[in-house]
C-alpha cells in the first residue's frame, strides 16, 4: 500500500560512484550480488569494505543481508581478477521503490564494471530439480516491475519469457560443465526461466500451477530489477538461482538440517563456479 | 473450524448481514487484524468472467492485480513471508459438529472454483480471458485476493464465496455462513 512506502533515497548513483572511485583507484572486472543466505567469495586478498549505509544512504532490513560492499583480488597474482561482492539488497516488498531497489546496479554500471553476476535463493518449479541445485538463469518474467501495479500482470502473463542468454551465461555454463566433468561430486549446472515475482507472501499451489504453465523453472522475488536495468548497458549481467525447495505435490519436504546441508554445499559449489568463471573472464 | 466468530465481508451489497465494504481497502485490512475470536474470514466478492451464474466456492487463487497488500514493512501480526496455501477452506473444513448438523452441509453441494484476482478497473478482452481460463482460474474478482492474503497473514482461514452479478445465495447456504 502507498503509505508503507519507504523512505526515498538521498544518495544519487552519480554521487556513489564517485565515492567508490575515492576509495579504490581500479574498476573491478566484475561485481557479484549476493541474495540472502547465499556465503560465496569470502576472503578477497587486501579487502576494502562498505557499509550500504554508508555508500547508499539506506541499509537492507532482511535477516540475512550484510549489506555491505567489498572489494578485493581473488587471487596473489597481479593478474587475478579485482572483484566487488555485494552482500544484499534491497526488495521490492519492503516496500522500496524501483530507483532504489535497482540504485546498487546503477551504480555498477556508472562505475563501468563490465560483468555483474547476481544470485538468488529461489523456489524449484521444475520437477526434475533438487534442493541444492545451482541453476543458470537463460530467461526470466518480470511480474513485479512498477508498471504492473498500474495495470495489472494480465500483459505480463500474456507473453513468453525473456531471453537473458549471453557470453556470460554461455560461459558460467561451460564453467559448470567443467567443474561436474573433473569432479564427479560437482553436481552438473541447472539452465531454466526464472520468475520474479513481487512477494512477499508465497506463491499458491494454483500460482505454482500457472507458473508451470508459463515455463518457469524457478520463482524468487528479486533479480529481475537487476537484468532489466543491466539492459543496453556497458554491463553483461548474468544470474544463478539457489534451488531452496521444490514444489512437489506428494512428496515430504526434507526437514530444516537437510535443507541447510543442501544450501551450504550448493554456496560451495556456487564459490567454485564463480571463482573459475571470474578467471577466465 | 468454528463460522461462529468469523469476521465477515461482503463486496457485492447483496448480503447485508455481512460487514459492507465496496472496495479493499485500509477498512478490511484493519478489520482483519483487530483480535478477537475469529479463526475464519468469510468473504463474499463479485464474480465476473463466467459462463453461468452459479456462486461459487473458492478453492485458490492467482494473484494477478500486479499488487500485493503486504508490501511494505512487515506488520508485526504476521510473518515476513507468509505461507498462503491451504489458506481457503473446504465446505467439510466449515462443519461443526455442535455448531451445523442440524443444518446440514450446504455448502458441499456448491461447486469449486479457482479465482483470478485482477486489477481494479482492468476489464479483460475475450483474448485475456480466455488467457485466464488456461491459466487454471474459472473466475475473476477484484478484492477477495488481496483481502485472502492479508487473512492468512493475520492468521485466519477465508470461506470465499465468489457470487455473479444476477444470481444470490440460496437461503440454506447463507444460513450456515451466518451461523
Not at chain 1, 129 to 139: A, E, K, S, T
Not at chain 1, 264 to 274: I, M, N, P, T
Not at chain 2, 35 to 43: N, P, Q, T
Not at chain 2, 126 to 146: M, Q, R, S, T, W
Request: aromatic fraction near 6%; glycine fraction near 10%; hydrophobic fraction near 40%.
Amino acid at each position: 500500500m502507498g503509505n508503507n512506502t519507504k523512505q526515498k533515497l538521498t544518495v544519487s548513483a552519480s554521487e556513489a560512484v564517485a565515492n567508490l572511485r575515492k576509495l579504490y583507484p581500479a574498476v573491478p572486472r566484475a561485481a557479484v550480488i549476493l541474495g540472502s543466505g547465499v556465503n560465496v567469495l569470502e576472503g578477497l586478498l587486501n579487502p576494502i569494505v562498505v557499509k550500504y549505509a554508508d555508500l547508499f544512504g539506506l541499509a537492507p532490513s532482511v535477516a540475512g543481508h550484510s549489506g555491505t560492499l567489498t572489494i578485493g583480488r581473488l587471487g596473489q597474482g597481479a593478474d587475478d581478477p579485482l572483484v566487488a561482492v555485494l552482500r544484499g539488497r534491497f526488495h521490492l516488498y519492503e516496500g522500496y521503490d524501483w530507483e532504489t531497489v535497482t540504485l546498487a546496479t546503477r551504480v555498477l554500471i556508472e562505475w563501468g564494471v563490465p560483468n555483474l553476476l547476481v544470485t538468488n535463493a529461489a523456489g524449484g518449479l521444475n520437477l526434475q530439480f533438487n534442493v541444492g541445485d545451482l541453476m543458470v538463469l537463460n530467461g526470466y518474467r518480470d511480474h513485479l516491475s512498477p508498471q504492473w501495479q498500474e495495470r495489472g500482470l494480465l500483459p505480463a502473463v500474456m507473453v513468453e519469457p525473456t531471453d537473458c542468454s549471453n557470453d556470460l551465461t554461455a560461459k558460467l555454463l561451460a564453467t559448470g560443465a567443467k567443474l561436474s566433468s573433473d569432479d564427479s561430486r560437482f553436481k552438473p549446472l541447472q539452465k531454466g526461466v526464472y520468475a520474479g515475482l513481487l512477494g512477499p507472501s508465497y506463491e499458491t499451489m494454483a500460482e505454482v500451477d500457472m507458473l508451470r504453465r508459463l515455463k518457469c523453472d524457478a520463482v524468487g522475488m528479486s533479480t529481475v530489477p537487476e537484468l532489466l536495468t543491466c539492459l543496453g548497458t556497458g554491463t553483461t549481467a548474468a544470474a544463478v538461482s539457489v534451488i531452496t525447495n521444490v514444489w512437489k505435490p506428494d512428496e515430504v519436504m526434507g526437514g530444516h538440517e537437510e535443507v541447510l546441508e543442501a544450501s551450504k554445499a550448493a554456496s560451495r559449489r556456487l564459490d567454485q563456479l564463480f571463482r573459475r568463471t571470474l578467471n577466465e573472464i | 473450524m468454528k463460522l461462529r466468530y468469523a469476521k465477515r465481508i461482503d463486496f457485492t451489497g447483496q448480503v447485508k448481514e455481512f460487514a459492507q465494504e465496496a472496495a479493499f481497502g485500509e477498512s478490511v485490512i484493519k478489520m482483519l487484524r483487530d483480535k478477537g475470536k475469529a479463526e475464519v474470514a468469510i468473504v463474499i466478492d463479485r464474480a465476473y468472467g463466467l459462463k453461468d451464474d452459479t456462486p461459487y466456492l473458492i478453492s485458490d487463487h492467482l494473484n494477478l492485480s500486479g499488487n500485493n497488500p503486504l508490501v511494505g514493512p512487515n506488520d508485526a501480526i504476521g510473518q515476513r513471508f507468509p505461507v498462503v496455501n491451504n489458506i481457503y477452506l473446504d465446505a467439510n473444513d466449515t462443519m461443526d459438529q455442535e455448531e451445523t448438523w442440524s443444518l446440514g452441509n450446504p455448502l458441499g453441494k456448491m461447486q469449486y472454483a479457482i479465482a483470478a484476482g485482477l486489477h481494479p478497473g482492468v476489464t479483460p478482452t475475450d483474448a485475456e480471458l480466455e488467457f485466464i481460463h488456461k491459466l487454471g482460474a474459472k473466475l475473476y474478482c477484484y478484492n477477495l485476493v488481496p483481502t485472502m492474503i492479508v487473512a492468512a497473514h493475520a492468521g485466519l482461514k477465508v470461506v470465499g464465496v465468489a457470487l455473479p452479478e444476477g444470481a444470490s445465495l440460496r437461503p440454506d447456504i447463507l444460513a450456515t455462513l451466518l451461523r
